[in-house]
């Protein structure tokens, strides 16, 4: 992303009690902002997996959250990506997005998640689908669906409870 630049924080995040998934949160500040969770597949580390190494081998996919709509700076554009073929189908995807959505909600006050997908990837389709996420466009351009998920009170408590059952390491 041009004009953007990422740090890594200190604090990645691990979903408790199926600890699939290891991220490491990225952010740039200014008028677009990225959050970036790495995705990491605890079947494919070698040796033991410590908290604060890099596990290379692991890294699987990431998940994407932009803040970037100038009128509603409380809106983000999510996005997933399992790129490691042998680690899709396993539930990373969907641990990812709901991970990065509660930490959104808590930290960053994020009240609409949006998806932007191709037309021709059912996959993801039918991921935000079942994580409640509804159509609102369909670009005959680009070929892709828009999906968004608006974070009622009902939607906010539930990310909520789930941030409460994250495990953050220092």
Same mark, same amino acid.
Do not use: W
């Given at each position: ?11 990645? %995040?691990? $979903?408790? +009690? ?24 605890? =079947? ?6 410590? @908290?604060?190494? &890099? @596990?290379? #081998?692991? !890294?699987?996919?990431?998940?994407? $959250? ?6 509603? +700076? =409380?809106?983000a554009e999510i996005e997933?990506?399992?790129?490691? &073929? ?14 990065? !959505?509660a930490f959104a909600v ?13 037309? %021709? ?9 079942? $994580? ?11 070929? #892709?669906?828009?999906?968004e998920l608006s974070v009622?009170?009902?939607? @906010?408590?539930? $990310?909520? =409870? ?9």
């Amino acid at each position: 992303m041009s004009g953007c630049k990422t740090q890594l924080c200190s604090k990645p %995040l691990a $979903l408790s +009690p199926s600890p699939s998934t290891r991220s490491i949160r990225c952010s740039s500040p200014g008028p677009k902002t990225l959050t970036t969770f790495i995705v990491l597949d605890k =079947q494919l580390v070698v040796g033991e997996f410590n @908290h604060g190494q &890099p @596990h290379v #081998e692991a !890294m699987v996919g990431d998940v994407n $959250l932009y803040m970037n709509d100038l009128d509603d +700076p =409380q809106m983000a554009e999510i996005e997933i990506m399992i790129a490691e &073929p042998k680690s899709r189908g396993k539930g990373l995807g969907k641990e990812s997005a709901l991970m990065m !959505m509660a930490f959104a909600v808590e930290n960053l006050g994020i009240h609409i998640f949006r998806a932007k997908i191709g037309e %021709l990837n059912g996959a993801s389709l039918s991921l935000f689908r079942k $994580l409640g996420f509804e159509e609102t466009s369909y670009s005959e351009i680009f070929k #892709e669906v828009t999906l968004e998920l608006s974070v009622t009170k009902a939607k @906010h408590d539930e $990310l909520l =409870q789930l941030m409460g059952s994250f495990i953050t390491h220092a």
